[in-house]
């Protein structure tokens, strides 16, 4: 074996599924010196995760990358229950919106995994430029060993971790496929054994190694983190499995059962419960309970599952209806379990993510959301620690937030992955069986969650709510901001929650506008100035002085400046002359492209400050953070808004050079 070569980096991440291009997207955007490594081959080209949430969907846009995920997925409006009658035969029982109307702008759509890979690398890859390098996806690459220097974790200079890589050859890295004609998903199942083991002895001593030290290391690796498993047992998930087994088949199916093309969940009355999720390019993913191969708390035999006896069971549910088909694209199996970690950091200096530290049934379409949730929340954190922009305490709220969610999420998917695989219920005495009523009201209850907008991280550093004690007094700590908001100035706007979209209208040209489409995921924080009618000469006069306090402590003549500007007023478009009235931080100017008049909005007939909760008679401002959460609200006046945003971005922010 060839000398170890070392290297530096200051971000490494491993594994390059949807969590990992996630991160490295954010770190191409940032511009931080990046590389991401993952053990296999290749991306992956049918089946894996599908559903896209409405949360999710306004974070590819905020990438400028929804629309093409948008435009090539399958759009899910309508869900429906089929039951068992009173003959046993399965009947729909309801049928109504798969997303809850109003919530958001998208509603859920479903893309097969690999696309939206191909997507978000060419994204990456677009983002490199002379000031941003490129950050390249290395395949057939592992981890064998990793370091924490603990003596330096503390100086954010240096290089604590050391992680020592392999290079594979591409048989070494190709998982091996149950049927040679077929490509399955049970490698990645929970049904399978992790094979890093087998293939860190069976490469021992033949692939070319090399160490890299990093600032940081993000785990991406999946269920069977080896990340996780290097940390220790205290990183280890706790949790448990149920003898519940799913099979999926991803096929263009031929069948004469009426909603094919709707989402459907199916209950019969003997042979379990079965999902219906219609996907892009007239394919169907069927997911079926396989009672016929439940084991009890044992290990399954995973010879017994083929797409034949998932098949099977498919038409047994769906009967009397019949199913077949001709061309199949992908099929896997998993055993429904629930197991999420108590850490998801260590020193700040690694970090666990997605699957890596929570894991859950894939059914309510939350897997791979949550876990690029997950990365998209420490990505610009990480990032902007990296360019020295941020505070390094910022990165405990990492943990705090996400942690939270994952937690959430394994408490909704036992209530709905034991309702969904319970035996229906014959009538209001059978307590043995599952409540189909029950089970209707639980999804429909879950919406918010489910769709993701319903996201509301605790009170942080970063997140400023309205009921804390001590003011502005006090000093802040990491876990716990001392500023408080004020819930009043904008009273459906409430800190920890995603800065929800209204449309408005352009000031320099009527453009009807989505406002979220202007808080791009470049790294920037926002302050969203909701000016009143400032046709008004004292409300057009608190807005400008508020501009030009913006502009002396938190603008920088850097570009981009780390604080981003916007202004939405309720007053009548036509009295506002947008150079002459306004305070430059509202249309900044640049040498060589002029004015911006992309920064001020009028409000057609306050339909937005309505929405907002906010009284156009005083105004408000929301900070929003750069990854379109509300941090901060407050008032327009000097001795209310000013001070306490003074104090929010203090605690967050490094002084700039230009300012020090």
């Known amino acids: 074996m060839e000398a170890a070569a070392t290297s530096k980096v200051d971000v490494l991440i491993i594994g390059a599924g949807p969590a990992g291009l996630m991160l490295s997207l954010w770190m191409a955007k940032l511009g931080v010196k990046t590389r991401i490594v993952d053990k296999r081959t290749g991306k992956i080209v049918s089946g894996q995760a599908d559903g896209f949430q409405c949360r999710t969907l306004e974070i590819f846009d905020s990438f400028g990358i929804g629309h093409k995920v948008w435009h090539e997925a399958n759009h899910m409006h309508e869900v429906s229950f089929w039951n068992p009658d009173e003959d046993g035969k399965i009947r729909r029982h309801h049928r109504g919106p798969n997303t809850q109307p109003n919530l958001s702008r998208f509603t859920e759509a479903v893309l097969h995994q690999g696309r939206v890979e191909s997507i978000l690398i060419d994204t990456i890859r677009a983002s490199a430029s002379p000031k941003h390098p490129l950050v390249e996806i290395e395949r057939s690459v592992m981890p064998t060993s990793l370091h924490i220097d603990e003596s330096c974790v503390d100086d954010e200079d240096a290089y604590p971790v050391e992680v020592t890589l392999r290079h594979l050859t591409e048989e ?60 220790g047992e205290e990183y280890q998930m706790k949790g448990e499995s149920t003898d519940a087994i799913w099979g999926v088949l991803d096929i263009i199916p031929i069948t004469d059962f009426p909603d094919i093309r709707s989402r459907c ?19 169907v993913r069927v997911y079926t309970q396989l009672k016929q191969v439940s084991t009890g708390t044992g290990r399954v035999d995973r010879s017994q599952i083929t797409p034949d006896v998932i098949l099977e069971t498919a038409r047994k549910i769906l ?27 260590k020193h700040n200096r690694v970090f666990l993510t997605g699957d890596a530290v929570h894991t859950h049934s894939p059914k309510a379409g939350q897997g791979m959301n949550v876990s690029m949730g997950d990365t998209y929340n420490l990505g610009w954190k990480l990032g902007l620690v990296c360019k020295k922009l941020l505070q390094p305490h910022v990165l405990d709220t990492y943990e705090l937030e996400r942690r939270q ?51 509301h991280y605790q009170p942080s550093i970063l997140t400023s709510d309205s009921d804390l004690k001590g003011g502005l007094q006090g000093t802040e700590t990491p876990s716990q901001s001392q500023v408080t908001s004020l819930a009043e100035s904008a009273a459906h706007c409430q800190p920890g929650r995603r800065f929800a979209s209204q449309i408005v209208l352009s000031q320099a040209d009527a453009r009807p506008w989505e406002l979220q489409l202007h808080l791009p995921s470049n790294g920037r924080f926002r302050v969203v100035v909701f000016g009143g009618d400032i046709s008004q000469a004292t409300q057009l006069a608190t807005v400008n002085k508020l501009g030009g306090w913006l502009q002396a402590n938190w603008m920088t003549d850097e570009d981009p400046s780390i604080v981003d500007v916007l202004l939405v007023h309720s007053g009548p478009r036509d009295k506002i002359e947008l150079l002459q009235d306004l305070h430059e931080v509202f249309h900044p100017f640049d040498k060589k492209l002029g004015w911006d008049y992309g920064k001020v909005f009028a409000d057609d007939h306050g339909k937005a400050h309505k929405h907002y909760g906010v ?30 945003l003074q104090a929010w971005f203090g605690g967050l922010l490094r002084p700039s050079p230009s300012s020090s």
């Open 172 to 231: 070494e890295a190709t998982p091996t496929q149950r049927l040679s004609n077929l490509q399955d998903g049970l490698y990645r199942s929970n049904l399978a054994e992790d094979d890093t083991e087998r293939l860190l002895a069976n490469t021992a001593g033949v692939g070319r190694e090399e160490k890299v030290q990093a600032k940081y290391v993000v785990g991406c690796d999946g269920a069977h983190s080896w990340v996780r498993k290097t940390l």
């Open 265 to 283: 969940m199916i209950h019969s009355a003997e042979f379990g419960a079965m999902m219906i999720i219609p996907r892009e390019n007239k394919l």
């Open 319 to 345: 009967s009397p209806y019949t199913l077949d088909y001709h061309y199949i694209d992908w099929w896997t199996a998993y055993q429904i379990g629930q197991r999420v970690g108590d850490r998801f950091s």
């Open 405 to 455: 969610i994952a937690r959430q999420l394994i408490a909704f998917d036992q209530k709905f992955s034991k309702l969904f695989s319970g035996r229906p219920a014959k009538d209001a005495s059978d307590e043995a069986g599952s409540s189909m009523s029950e089970f209707q009201q639980a999804f429909r209850e879950a919406q918010l969650f489910i769709t993701g907008v319903g996201i």
């Open 615 to 644: 009284d156009p008679d005083r105004g408000a401002v929301v900070a929003v953070r750069p990854d379109g959460y509300i941090g901060l609200v407050t008032g327009l006046e000097a001795e209310d808004g000013w001070t306490r």
